[in-house]
Protein backbone atom coordinates (compact mmCIF):
# COMPACT_ATOMS: atom_id res chain seq x y z
CA UNK A 1 0.00 0.00 0.00
CA UNK A 2 1.27 3.62 -0.65
CA UNK A 3 2.48 5.47 2.31
CA UNK A 4 0.03 9.01 2.12
CA UNK A 5 1.18 11.45 3.78
CA UNK A 6 0.43 15.31 5.00
CA UNK A 7 3.28 17.47 5.62
CA UNK A 8 1.95 20.67 7.27
CA UNK A 9 4.99 23.67 6.93
CA UNK A 10 4.66 26.69 9.42
CA UNK A 11 5.10 30.18 8.67
CA UNK A 12 8.26 30.29 10.61
CA UNK A 13 9.82 27.84 8.64
CA UNK A 14 9.55 29.34 5.33
CA UNK A 15 9.84 33.07 6.06
CA UNK A 16 11.63 35.07 7.77
CA UNK A 17 10.25 37.33 10.92
CA UNK A 18 10.46 40.74 9.02
CA UNK A 19 8.54 39.38 6.68
CA UNK A 20 9.19 38.30 2.93
CA UNK A 21 9.45 34.40 1.63
CA UNK A 22 12.58 32.97 1.99
CA UNK A 23 12.94 30.97 -1.27
CA UNK A 24 15.75 28.40 -0.42
CA UNK A 25 13.38 26.96 2.45
CA UNK A 26 10.70 26.87 -0.64
CA UNK A 27 13.41 24.93 -2.22
CA UNK A 28 14.50 22.98 0.32
CA UNK A 29 11.23 21.44 1.36
CA UNK A 30 10.13 21.07 -2.52
CA UNK A 31 13.42 18.84 -2.81
CA UNK A 32 12.54 16.91 0.16
CA UNK A 33 8.70 16.58 -0.64
CA UNK A 34 10.80 15.16 -4.34
CA UNK A 35 12.85 12.73 -2.17
CA UNK A 36 9.75 11.27 -0.76
CA UNK A 37 7.76 10.70 -4.01
CA UNK A 38 10.57 8.74 -5.42
CA UNK A 39 10.54 6.64 -2.86
CA UNK A 40 7.09 5.88 -3.22
CA UNK A 41 5.04 7.87 -1.36
CA UNK A 42 1.92 9.97 -1.68
CA UNK A 43 2.67 13.40 -0.84
CA UNK A 44 -0.51 16.60 -0.08
CA UNK A 45 1.18 19.76 1.72
CA UNK A 46 -0.01 21.78 4.01
CA UNK A 47 1.25 25.48 4.22
CA UNK A 48 1.17 28.24 6.19
CA UNK A 49 3.13 31.60 5.44
CA UNK A 50 0.82 33.97 3.16
CA UNK A 51 0.42 36.87 5.46
CA UNK A 52 3.89 36.77 6.32
CA UNK A 53 4.87 36.80 2.40
CA UNK A 54 2.99 39.25 1.38
CA UNK A 55 3.00 42.05 4.20
CA UNK A 56 5.86 43.88 3.60
CA UNK A 57 4.99 44.15 -0.41
CA UNK A 58 2.03 46.32 0.48
CA UNK A 59 3.89 48.60 2.19
CA UNK A 60 3.45 47.27 6.29
CA UNK A 61 6.09 47.11 8.71
CA UNK A 62 5.40 44.37 11.05
CA UNK A 63 2.88 41.51 10.29
CA UNK A 64 -0.78 42.90 10.48
CA UNK A 65 -2.97 42.07 13.32
CA UNK A 66 -5.88 43.61 12.02
CA UNK A 67 -8.63 40.83 9.86
CA UNK A 68 -8.86 42.80 7.10
CA UNK A 69 -5.06 43.97 6.91
CA UNK A 70 -4.26 40.26 7.66
CA UNK A 71 -6.83 39.35 4.49
CA UNK A 72 -4.85 41.94 2.06
CA UNK A 73 -1.35 40.78 2.81
CA UNK A 74 -3.05 37.13 2.35
CA UNK A 75 -4.14 37.69 -1.24
CA UNK A 76 -0.79 39.23 -2.24
CA UNK A 77 1.04 36.33 -0.09
CA UNK A 78 -0.59 33.94 -1.23
CA UNK A 79 -0.02 33.93 -5.06
CA UNK A 80 3.86 34.59 -3.94
CA UNK A 81 3.79 31.39 -1.78
CA UNK A 82 1.75 29.02 -4.86
CA UNK A 83 4.40 30.85 -7.40
CA UNK A 84 7.46 29.95 -5.35
CA UNK A 85 6.08 26.38 -5.14
CA UNK A 86 4.93 25.79 -8.26
CA UNK A 87 8.64 27.30 -9.33
CA UNK A 88 10.70 24.89 -6.95
CA UNK A 89 8.42 21.65 -7.46
CA UNK A 90 8.74 22.23 -11.46
CA UNK A 91 12.42 22.25 -11.04
CA UNK A 92 11.72 18.25 -10.01
CA UNK A 93 9.35 17.69 -12.49
CA UNK A 94 6.26 18.12 -10.35
CA UNK A 95 3.20 19.36 -10.56
CA UNK A 96 1.39 21.62 -8.00
CA UNK A 97 -2.33 22.47 -7.20
CA UNK A 98 -3.75 25.24 -4.92
CA UNK A 99 -6.76 24.33 -2.87
CA UNK A 100 -7.78 27.03 -0.68
CA UNK A 101 -10.54 26.05 2.64
CA UNK A 102 -12.40 27.70 5.21
CA UNK A 103 -14.54 26.11 7.83
CA UNK A 104 -17.13 27.23 6.54
CA UNK A 105 -16.50 24.46 3.47
CA UNK A 106 -16.03 21.89 6.33
CA UNK A 107 -19.69 22.65 7.77
CA UNK A 108 -21.09 20.92 4.55
CA UNK A 109 -20.94 17.29 4.02
CA UNK A 110 -21.58 17.95 0.65
CA UNK A 111 -18.72 20.58 -0.53
CA UNK A 112 -16.36 18.14 2.05
CA UNK A 113 -17.02 15.46 -0.13
CA UNK A 114 -16.17 17.05 -3.28
CA UNK A 115 -12.82 18.20 -1.69
CA UNK A 116 -11.88 14.75 -0.86
CA UNK A 117 -12.86 13.15 -4.42
CA UNK A 118 -10.90 16.55 -6.21
CA UNK A 119 -7.78 15.87 -4.01
CA UNK A 120 -7.97 11.52 -4.75
CA UNK A 121 -8.31 12.72 -8.35
CA UNK A 122 -5.11 15.11 -8.19
CA UNK A 123 -3.22 12.42 -6.39
CA UNK A 124 -4.02 9.74 -9.33
CA UNK A 125 -2.62 12.03 -11.69
CA UNK A 126 0.73 12.62 -10.08
CA UNK A 127 -0.24 16.28 -8.55
CA UNK A 128 0.88 17.40 -5.34
CA UNK A 129 -2.04 19.46 -3.63
CA UNK A 130 -1.03 22.44 -1.73
CA UNK A 131 -3.49 23.61 1.00
CA UNK A 132 -4.02 26.69 2.40
CA UNK A 133 -6.80 28.54 4.65
CA UNK A 134 -8.62 31.05 2.11
CA UNK A 135 -7.75 34.18 4.78
CA UNK A 136 -8.78 36.49 2.47
CA UNK A 137 -12.51 35.31 2.59
CA UNK A 138 -12.45 33.82 6.26
CA UNK A 139 -14.78 35.26 8.37
CA UNK A 140 -12.41 36.03 11.77
CA UNK A 141 -14.97 34.27 14.24
CA UNK A 142 -14.88 30.68 12.65
CA UNK A 143 -10.83 31.06 10.82
CA UNK A 144 -8.29 28.36 11.71
CA UNK A 145 -6.12 30.99 12.41
CA UNK A 146 -2.88 28.63 12.13
CA UNK A 147 -2.96 25.69 9.80
CA UNK A 148 -2.33 23.02 12.19
CA UNK A 149 -5.63 22.62 12.36
CA UNK A 150 -6.40 22.56 8.77
CA UNK A 151 -4.01 20.21 8.32
CA UNK A 152 -5.67 17.70 11.37
CA UNK A 153 -8.64 17.88 9.19
CA UNK A 154 -6.86 16.95 5.80
CA UNK A 155 -5.13 14.04 7.33
CA UNK A 156 -8.20 12.74 8.87
CA UNK A 157 -10.25 13.14 5.99
CA UNK A 158 -7.91 11.74 3.12
CA UNK A 159 -7.29 8.81 5.57
CA UNK A 160 -3.24 9.29 5.56
CA UNK A 161 -0.99 7.24 7.17
CA UNK A 162 1.22 10.23 8.73
CA UNK A 163 0.72 13.96 9.71
CA UNK A 164 3.88 15.66 10.18
CA UNK A 165 4.10 19.28 11.43
CA UNK A 166 7.14 21.11 10.74
CA UNK A 167 8.01 23.84 12.54
CA UNK A 168 10.65 25.79 14.28
CA UNK A 169 11.55 23.09 17.34
CA UNK A 170 12.52 20.03 17.18
CA UNK A 171 9.23 18.40 19.11
CA UNK A 172 7.17 19.14 22.32
CA UNK A 173 9.33 20.56 25.54
CA UNK A 174 8.37 20.21 28.86
CA UNK A 175 7.90 23.49 28.50
CA UNK A 176 8.42 26.12 25.97
CA UNK A 177 12.58 25.70 25.85
CA UNK A 178 12.68 29.58 24.74
CA UNK A 179 11.72 30.37 28.48
CA UNK A 180 13.69 27.72 29.87
CA UNK A 181 16.90 25.94 28.90
CA UNK A 182 16.44 23.19 31.76
CA UNK A 183 12.92 21.76 29.40
CA UNK A 184 13.14 18.16 28.18
CA UNK A 185 12.16 17.22 25.18
CA UNK A 186 9.76 14.01 24.54
CA UNK A 187 10.32 11.35 21.73
CA UNK A 188 7.34 9.74 22.20
CA UNK A 189 3.50 10.93 23.74
CA UNK A 190 1.36 7.46 23.70
CA UNK A 191 -1.79 9.31 24.82
CA UNK A 192 -2.71 12.91 24.92
CA UNK A 193 -3.55 14.22 28.38
CA UNK A 194 -4.02 17.26 30.20
CA UNK A 195 -0.66 17.19 31.14
CA UNK A 196 0.22 17.00 27.85
CA UNK A 197 -2.04 20.66 27.32
CA UNK A 198 -0.24 22.10 30.22
CA UNK A 199 2.69 22.21 28.98
CA UNK A 200 2.63 23.20 25.41
CA UNK A 201 2.65 26.87 24.97
CA UNK A 202 1.59 29.79 22.13
CA UNK A 203 3.72 30.83 19.43
CA UNK A 204 7.50 31.41 19.70
CA UNK A 205 7.86 33.78 17.05
CA UNK A 206 6.54 37.11 15.41
CA UNK A 207 4.77 35.21 11.91
CA UNK A 208 4.06 32.01 13.51
CA UNK A 209 0.59 31.93 15.35
CA UNK A 210 -0.68 28.82 17.00
CA UNK A 211 2.53 27.63 19.01
CA UNK A 212 2.69 24.53 20.41
CA UNK A 213 -0.83 24.53 21.91
CA UNK A 214 -2.09 24.08 18.39
CA UNK A 215 -0.35 21.68 17.31
CA UNK A 216 -1.08 19.44 20.47
CA UNK A 217 -5.30 20.02 19.16
CA UNK A 218 -4.46 19.15 15.82
CA UNK A 219 -2.55 16.14 17.22
CA UNK A 220 -5.27 15.45 19.15
CA UNK A 221 -7.83 15.49 16.37
CA UNK A 222 -5.46 13.55 13.99
CA UNK A 223 -4.81 10.89 16.76
CA UNK A 224 -8.42 10.40 17.60
CA UNK A 225 -9.15 9.53 13.52
CA UNK A 226 -6.42 6.81 13.90
CA UNK A 227 -3.52 9.05 11.61
CA UNK A 228 -0.13 9.32 14.14
CA UNK A 229 1.40 12.54 14.18
CA UNK A 230 5.44 14.04 14.15
CA UNK A 231 5.47 17.25 15.10
CA UNK A 232 8.97 18.59 14.25
CA UNK A 233 12.11 20.19 12.60
CA UNK A 234 12.79 19.26 9.34
CA UNK A 235 16.27 21.29 8.48
CA UNK A 236 18.90 18.96 6.50
CA UNK A 237 18.63 16.68 3.34
CA UNK A 238 16.88 13.74 4.39
CA UNK A 239 15.34 15.24 7.43
CA UNK A 240 11.72 14.36 6.00
CA UNK A 241 12.27 11.37 5.00
CA UNK A 242 13.89 10.34 8.35
CA UNK A 243 10.61 11.98 9.62
CA UNK A 244 7.97 9.70 7.66
CA UNK A 245 10.16 6.72 8.70
CA UNK A 246 10.00 7.51 12.62
CA UNK A 247 13.48 8.33 12.61
CA UNK A 248 12.81 12.71 12.63
CA UNK A 249 14.28 15.21 14.79
CA UNK A 250 11.02 15.61 16.89
CA UNK A 251 7.96 13.77 18.84
CA UNK A 252 5.94 11.25 17.65
CA UNK A 253 2.13 11.21 18.80
CA UNK A 254 1.04 7.62 18.74
CA UNK A 255 -2.73 5.76 17.76
CA UNK A 256 -4.51 2.67 18.56
CA UNK A 257 -7.52 3.77 16.38
CA UNK A 258 -7.74 2.90 13.19
CA UNK A 259 -9.32 5.71 10.67
CA UNK A 260 -13.03 7.29 11.39
CA UNK A 261 -15.53 6.64 9.21
CA UNK A 262 -15.93 10.42 7.46
CA UNK A 263 -19.30 11.19 9.36
CA UNK A 264 -18.25 11.02 12.50
CA UNK A 265 -15.47 13.06 11.32
CA UNK A 266 -17.68 15.21 10.03
CA UNK A 267 -19.41 15.32 13.54
CA UNK A 268 -16.95 15.47 15.92
CA UNK A 269 -14.57 18.17 14.22
CA UNK A 270 -16.44 19.90 11.16
CA UNK A 271 -20.06 20.63 12.64
CA UNK A 272 -21.36 23.21 14.42
CA UNK A 273 -23.36 22.84 17.14
CA UNK A 274 -26.24 24.43 17.41
CA UNK A 275 -27.27 23.67 21.34
CA UNK A 276 -26.17 21.29 24.56
CA UNK A 277 -27.60 19.45 26.83
CA UNK A 278 -26.17 18.95 29.94
CA UNK A 279 -26.76 14.91 30.95
CA UNK A 280 -26.92 13.08 34.13
CA UNK A 281 -23.81 10.56 35.81
CA UNK A 282 -25.56 7.49 34.72
CA UNK A 283 -26.42 8.84 31.02
CA UNK A 284 -22.14 10.08 30.98
CA UNK A 285 -21.54 6.62 31.78
CA UNK A 286 -24.18 4.89 29.07
CA UNK A 287 -22.78 7.64 25.99
CA UNK A 288 -19.38 7.52 26.88
CA UNK A 289 -18.04 4.15 28.26
CA UNK A 290 -21.59 2.02 27.58
CA UNK A 291 -21.76 2.47 24.07
CA UNK A 292 -25.46 3.65 24.40
CA UNK A 293 -28.15 6.12 23.04
CA UNK A 294 -28.54 9.14 24.96
CA UNK A 295 -32.51 8.46 26.22
CA UNK A 296 -34.77 11.92 27.89
CA UNK A 297 -34.63 10.37 30.74
CA UNK A 298 -30.69 11.36 31.78
CA UNK A 299 -31.77 15.00 29.99
CA UNK A 300 -30.99 17.62 33.19
CA UNK A 301 -30.82 20.87 31.01
CA UNK A 302 -31.07 21.67 27.10
CA UNK A 303 -29.21 25.45 26.17
CA UNK A 304 -29.68 26.71 23.04
CA UNK A 305 -32.16 26.60 20.13
CA UNK A 306 -32.35 23.54 17.65
CA UNK A 307 -34.39 21.12 15.58
CA UNK A 308 -34.23 17.32 14.84
CA UNK A 309 -31.23 16.53 13.34
CA UNK A 310 -29.26 19.30 14.36
CA UNK A 311 -25.79 19.17 15.78
CA UNK A 312 -25.79 19.44 19.48
CA UNK A 313 -23.07 19.02 22.25
CA UNK A 314 -23.50 16.74 24.95
CA UNK A 315 -21.85 17.89 28.84
CA UNK A 316 -21.72 15.76 31.55
CA UNK A 317 -23.01 17.14 35.16
CA UNK A 318 -19.86 19.11 36.18
CA UNK A 319 -19.89 21.11 32.88
CA UNK A 320 -17.23 18.27 30.83
CA UNK A 321 -17.72 17.98 27.05
CA UNK A 322 -18.38 14.16 26.59
CA UNK A 323 -19.13 14.58 22.86
CA UNK A 324 -21.49 15.30 20.43
CA UNK A 325 -24.33 13.87 18.35
CA UNK A 326 -27.34 14.36 15.99
CA UNK A 327 -30.55 14.94 17.98
CA UNK A 328 -33.63 13.78 17.21
CA UNK A 329 -35.88 16.34 18.93
CA UNK A 330 -36.31 20.36 18.85
CA UNK A 331 -35.25 22.45 21.75
CA UNK A 332 -38.69 22.86 23.02
CA UNK A 333 -39.96 19.17 22.48
CA UNK A 334 -36.89 18.11 24.43
CA UNK A 335 -37.93 20.90 27.13
CA UNK A 336 -40.85 19.49 27.68
CA UNK A 337 -39.85 15.97 28.11
CA UNK A 338 -36.58 16.32 30.31
CA UNK A 339 -35.77 13.12 33.12
CA UNK A 340 -39.08 11.73 31.54
CA UNK A 341 -38.77 7.71 31.61
CA UNK A 342 -39.82 6.32 27.90
CA UNK A 343 -43.15 5.39 28.72
CA UNK A 344 -43.96 9.04 30.01
CA UNK A 345 -42.36 10.43 26.72
CA UNK A 346 -45.05 8.87 24.40
CA UNK A 347 -48.11 9.54 26.67
CA UNK A 348 -46.55 13.54 26.54
CA UNK A 349 -45.85 13.13 22.68
CA UNK A 350 -47.39 10.64 21.34
CA UNK A 351 -47.04 10.49 17.11
CA UNK A 352 -44.90 13.71 17.35
CA UNK A 353 -42.02 11.22 18.23
CA UNK A 354 -39.85 10.19 15.34
CA UNK A 355 -37.22 7.93 17.62
CA UNK A 356 -37.17 7.64 21.14
CA UNK A 357 -33.34 8.18 21.56
CA UNK A 358 -32.44 11.89 22.32
CA UNK A 359 -29.42 11.07 20.32
CA UNK A 360 -28.79 7.21 18.94
CA UNK A 361 -25.61 6.31 19.31
CA UNK A 362 -24.60 5.58 15.70
CA UNK A 363 -24.60 9.58 15.14
CA UNK A 364 -22.68 9.81 18.53
CA UNK A 365 -18.63 10.75 18.54
CA UNK A 366 -17.61 10.44 22.53
CA UNK A 367 -14.80 13.66 22.28
CA UNK A 368 -14.37 13.03 26.59
N1 LIG B 1 6.26 22.95 25.43
C1 LIG B 1 6.74 23.45 24.28
N2 LIG B 1 7.62 22.73 23.55
C2 LIG B 1 8.10 23.20 22.38
N3 LIG B 1 7.77 24.42 21.86
C3 LIG B 1 6.90 25.20 22.53
C4 LIG B 1 6.34 24.74 23.77
N4 LIG B 1 5.49 25.71 24.21
C5 LIG B 1 5.51 26.71 23.28
N5 LIG B 1 6.37 26.43 22.28
C6 LIG B 1 6.63 27.34 21.14
O1 LIG B 1 5.93 26.92 19.95
C7 LIG B 1 6.67 27.40 18.82
C8 LIG B 1 6.21 26.76 17.51
O2 LIG B 1 4.92 27.24 17.13
P1 LIG B 1 4.71 28.46 16.05
O3 LIG B 1 5.59 29.61 16.45
O4 LIG B 1 3.24 28.69 15.95
O5 LIG B 1 5.32 27.84 14.74
P2 LIG B 1 4.75 27.56 13.26
O6 LIG B 1 4.79 28.87 12.54
O7 LIG B 1 5.77 26.58 12.75
O8 LIG B 1 3.37 26.98 13.34
C9 LIG B 1 8.11 27.14 19.23
O9 LIG B 1 9.03 27.93 18.55
C10 LIG B 1 8.11 27.39 20.76
O10 LIG B 1 8.60 28.68 21.07
N1 LIG C 1 -3.26 30.89 6.61
C1 LIG C 1 -2.26 31.69 7.30
C2 LIG C 1 -1.63 30.88 8.41
C3 LIG C 1 -1.11 31.77 9.51
C4 LIG C 1 0.00 31.16 10.39
O1 LIG C 1 0.88 31.88 10.81
O2 LIG C 1 -0.02 29.84 10.65
P1 LIG C 1 1.16 28.94 11.38
O3 LIG C 1 2.49 29.44 10.89
O4 LIG C 1 0.90 27.58 10.85
O5 LIG C 1 1.01 29.06 12.86
C5 LIG C 1 -1.19 32.13 6.30
O6 LIG C 1 -0.97 31.47 5.28
O7 LIG C 1 -0.57 33.16 6.54
Known sequence: MTTRLVVKIGSSSLTSAEGGLNHESVAYFASEIAHLRRSGCEVLLVTSGAVAAGFR?????????????KQAAAAVGQALLMQAYQEAFSSHGLTAAQILLTRTDFRSRRAMNNAVMTVEELLRQGVIPIFNENDTVSVDELKFGDNDTLSALVANLLKASRLIVITDIDGLYSSDPRHNPDAERYRLVEEITPEIYAIAGGAGTAVGTGGMRSKIDAAKIATRGGVPVFIGRVIESGDLLLAAQGEGKGTYFATTLSSMPVKKQWLGFMSTPLGSLIVDAGAEEALVHGGHSLLPVGVKEVQGSFHAGDVVEVLGPEGKLLGRGIVNYDDTQLRGILG?????????????????????????ITLA
Request: negative net charge; charged residues 35%; aromatic residues 8%.
Open 340 to 364: LPGKEVFERLGEEIHRLEVIHRDEW
Open 57 to 69: SIGYQVRPKLLHE
